[in-house]
């Protein structure tokens, strides 16, 4: 990304290629490809952390100073029904964002509360789970709870 000063403000602006990438995924996915829309998905691509929608508000801020936390939720929630993100919840915490699509599951650190993607079959029959007969499954999310490498390592010493 290039930093440019706009009367004495810094602001981050994404570079051609980086723009063009967005616009695509973003038409490809049946949306206008908006600046508002741009920051927030940039966003969530820049760091693929699960951010909540505060996160991404702030994050957005950098980008578009006068972006509102109103916009962001739209943004999100267009991006949502377009099947470029997915909310992933965890227990009682607020909602977080991820913007990876394939099918996956979530380790969240109960220590430092990161969550990671990490490659785990999210169906039924491969986490040996027997669904009743006659039921169809359309989505299964999987999450486990633990300690991530870096606290566990601290946990150790």
């Known amino acids: ?3 440019k000063d706009v009367k004495a403000r810094t602001v981050f602006v994404p570079s051609h290629r980086e ?4 616009d695509k995924r973003i038409v ?3 949306l206008r490809p908006t600046l508002q829309r741009r920051v927030v998905f940039g966003a969530l691509l820049d760091k693929p952390d699960h951010p909540t929608a505060d996160e991404i508000f702030l994050r957005a801020k ?21 099947n470029l993100v997915k909310q992933v919840n965890m227990d009682r915490a607020a ?10 599951a979530h380790f969240q650190c109960e220590e430092c509360g990161k969550v990671t993607d990490f490659d785990g079959a999210a169906k ?12 169809k499954v359309h989505h ?3 999450s486990i709870r633990g300690l ?3 606290c566990s390592e601290e946990s150790n010493q």
């Open 140 to 142: 299964v999310e999987m």
């Open 148 to 150: 991530c490498s870096d």
């Open 124 to 135: 039924t029959e491969s986490a040996g789970i027997k669904v009743p007969p006659g039921y």
């Open 62 to 82: 950098h980008a578009k100073p006068d972006i509102s936390m109103a916009t962001v939720y739209n943004c999100l929630d267009a991006l949502q029904k377009c």
């Open 95 to 104: 909602t977080r964002f991820c913007p990876n699509m394939h099918e996956h």
């Open 19 to 22: 723009r063009s990438e967005l």
């Open 28 to 30: 490809e996915a049946g």
């Open 1 to 3: 990304m290039i930093m």
